[in-house]
């Protein structure tokens, strides 16, 4: 997946919800902005849960969902 369309979706305005499938088949879901966090190049993206963060490279992602 290209950086620059994980941007776009991240950096919407109003933020919408959108999910990134992984090349492992994992899944994750960003409900809200606060559970997306990302260096400016995003090279890298996080993803934080209730009580846990997950790193995600972004070359491992496959596709992004529009929810």
């Known amino acids: 997946m290209r950086v620059h369309d994980v941007k776009t979706f991240a950096e919407r305005k109003p933020f919408r919800p959108f999910a ?10 960003f409900n809200e902005a ?3 966090g990302a260096p400016r190049d995003f ?3 996080f993803h ?3 009580s846990e963060a997950v ?6 992602i496959v596709e992004i969902i529009e929810n």
Not at 20 to 29: D, I, K, W
């Open 34 to 36: 606060r559970d997306l």
């Open 48 to 50: 934080f849960g209730k």
């Open 20 to 29: 990134v499938r992984l090349t492992n088949g994992s899944e994750y879901q």
């Open 43 to 45: 090279h890298m993206i």
């Open 55 to 60: 790193r995600i490279e972004t070359s491992s």
